[in-house]
Nanobody, 125 residues
Framework: QVQLVESGGGSVQAGGSLRLSCAAS????????MAWFRQAPGKEREGVAR????????AYADSVKGRFTISQDNAKTTVYLQMNSLKPEDTGMYYC??????????????????WGQGTQVTVSS
């Protein structure tokens, strides 16, 4: 069983920063791709960023490129999402997700089998 626990959410004004953390445990070592998703009220869950745990290769949604950075610690047990220059449209519940994948790791919710409970991010104008 894989457990994912998010933390670091909160309320911030536009232009501010937050750093989210996702602590992975259980059989998480078998998951080679981890990602952050978000979901605003009334909207579908969307991919924000993903990282291959072995190579450290990353990918981002166009809406967050240049503002958000996904990373992992040396032990590869925690994944971070550094969010800078936050905008009101970044508001939503942020979820950490994990999967074991082959060639690709698309930022699609259906590609991930393990999810955390989420952490709320609210950006006010």
């Amino acid at each position: 069983q894989v457990q994912l626990v998010e933390s670091g959410g909160g309320s911030v004004q536009a232009g501010g920063s937050l750093r989210l953390s996702c602590a992975a445990s259980g059989y998480s070592y078998s998951m080679n791709c981890m990602a952050w998703f978000r979901q605003a009220p009334g909207k579908e869950r969307e991919g924000v960023a993903r990282i291959y745990r072995g190579s450290g290769s990353t990918a981002y949604a166009d809406s967050v490129k240049g503002r958000f950075t996904i990373s992992q610690d040396n032990a590869k047990t925690t994944v971070y999402l550094q969010m800078n220059s936050l905008k009101p449209e970044d508001t939503g519940m942020y979820y950490c997700a994990a999967t074991r994948t082959g060639v690709s790791c698309p930022l699609n919710p259906s590609s991930f089998g393990y999810w955390g409970q989420g952490t709320q991010v609210t950006v006010s104008s």
